[in-house]
């Protein structure tokens, strides 16, 4: 039994010790300076060199205008939280819409904002990643694909990154998002 036990020891000190080796980070080389392509009009003065007080810090892209974002009356006055970023908007049947939101509040703290806004305690879904809905209205199955709500979910649990959104070239992450269906025809 002790032999089997120190066997099994060895193999995973092995495994831990290969990948621990390959994930050694690569050796670092400054980026490559960009010429200018032929025919075309060299700078007039050198860019200086990184970490050169003259040179710039770089700067990043702001994230894409969401001409998309919902409209106050296409939410039937279901509340946003107001440090949410409009991240897309979701075609979900029936004349309904998912519009999602993220922010990197706290999930607790989003909860109690939807408790408060709404007046209610919500439903939990799941607890781990935890998963809160509220709802907004009666359900109908006839003229509606899904329930009127707002559904919170904590993209943080676990030491998660956060909910990767990509637009373009833009990623962000964000630890909270808000999923709101409102009612149709109200």
């Known amino acids: 039994m002790l032999r089997r036990w120190l066997g099994v020891t060895a193999a995973v000190a092995a495994l831990g010790v290969a990948a621990f080796a390959q994930s050694a980070p690569p050796p670092t080389q400054p980026p490559p300076v960009p010429k200018p392509f032929p025919g075309s009009n060299p700078p007039s003065t050198p860019p200086g060199k990184p970490g050169d ?5 770089a700067v990043v892209p702001a994230p894409p205008e969401r001409p998309n974002a919902p409209a106050p009356q296409d939410l039937n006055g279901a509340p946003v939280y107001p440090a949410a970023d409009f991240l897309e908007t979701f075609d979900a049947g029936r ?8 922010t990197n509040a706290p999930y607790l703290d989003i909860i109690a904002f939807y408790r408060k806004q709404l007046g209610s305690g919500g439903q939990e879904i799941f607890r781990t990643p935890a998963m809160q809905r509220f709802d907004l209205g009666r359900f109908d199955d006839q003229s509606m694909a ?7 979910k904590d993209y943080s649990a676990n030491g998660s ?4 959104f990509v637009a373009g070239t833009t990623e962000k992450r964000y630890k909270t998002i808000i999923q ?6 109200r």
């Open 53 to 57: 007080p003259a040179t710039p810090a």
């Open 95 to 102: 004349g309904q819409k998912f519009f999602i939101y993220g």
């Open 146 to 152: 899904y329930p009127p709500s707002v559904v919170v």
């Open 161 to 164: 990154a956060g909910y990767l």
């Open 180 to 185: 709101i269906v409102p009612a149709v025809g």
